[in-house]
């Protein structure tokens, strides 16, 4: 006679659970951490250059101030006082805390806690330094007169958004806005003789170095958590 057929629990209680897929990290990510640090580095460079020569501008600054000056006119600096005062300190506290609220509630904390954390660790490191290095703006300045010139926080700021959003979002128009904000914001600020040359270029580092290296610590953090939760949901009889 052949064995009985096992029955449905004995069946259910010998079967082996499907594996848990772990979660792969970014392959991006290696390429985004060298990016961050030649950001940096080359940010730290061009401070040692501005600070070894005196705070004052350097040459390719005069030439390009020279420059802006040339092609001034009426027209122009309405249209450079727009990325101005919307890539102010108040415009980028309301337009940071809108895209905060709209990644929650697209159901991506992730996404939302490195926009935040990216805003807030160029803010803190951009500002004390810009009062610390005292770099005097130029004379004939239309915008902002405080001594506050290297780097350039409303360059800073839109690089790190510009970039977070980049990383986060993976598409080439998404770059491409995001580029061509941080273009406009650089030539706002020198068209309104509000920084240096250097100074923008200065933020724009900033910027994509804090943006780069938060990404990255949120992602390692995002995928430790992962991996946690999958070797839990594994070691569950």
């Known amino acids: 006679m052949s064995n009985p057929a096992p029955r449905m629990?004995?069946?259910?209680d010998?079967?082996?659970?499907?594996?848990v897929a772990t979660p792969e990290p970014d392959t991006r990510r290696s390429v985004v951490l060298v990016v961050g640090?030649?950001?940096?580095?080359?940010?730290?460079i061009l401070r040692i250059v501005v600070a070894f020569g005196g705070r004052h501008p350097l040459v390719i600054d005069l030439w390009w101030h020279d420059l802006m000056v040339?092609?001034?006119?009426?027209?122009g600096v309405v249209i450079a006082?727009?990325?101005a005062i919307v890539g102010g300190t108040i415009g980028m506290i309301v337009i940071g805390i809108v895209?905060?609220?709209?990644?929650?509630?697209?159901?991506?904390?992730?996404?939302?806690?490195t926009l935040a954390i990216a805003i807030v660790v160029v803010?803190?490191?951009?500002?004390?330094?810009a009062s610390l290095i005292a770099r005097v703006r130029?004379?004939?300045?239309?915008?902002?007169?405080?001594a506050t010139s290297f780097p350039s926080g409303h360059t800073a700021v839109a690089t790190t958004m510009a970039v977070v959003f980049g990383l986060l979002f993976r598409r080439w128009y998404v770059w491409l806005a995001g580029a061509a904000w941080v273009v406009a914001m650089m030539w706002s600020r020198t068209y309104l003789h509000a920084h240096w040359l250097s100074d923008v270029v200065a933020g724009m580092l900033e910027g994509i170095a804090v943006a780069t290296l938060v990404w990255c610590a949120v992602e390692a953090v995002r995928d430790r958590r992962a991996a946690r939760l999958t070797k839990r949901e594994t070691a569950v009889p």
């Open 70 to 75: 040339s092609t001034l006119t009426g027209t």
């Open 138 to 146: 130029p004379g004939d300045s239309l915008a902002e007169r405080v």
């Open 37 to 44: 640090v030649l950001a940096t580095t080359a940010f730290v």
């Open 14 to 19: 010998t079967a082996t659970p499907p594996p």
């Open 99 to 113: 895209l905060v609220i709209v990644l929650l509630l697209c159901r991506r904390p992730w996404d939302a806690a």
């Open 123 to 129: 803010v803190a490191i951009g500002a004390p330094m």
């Open 9 to 12: 629990s004995e069946a259910h």
């Open 81 to 83: 006082w727009i990325p």
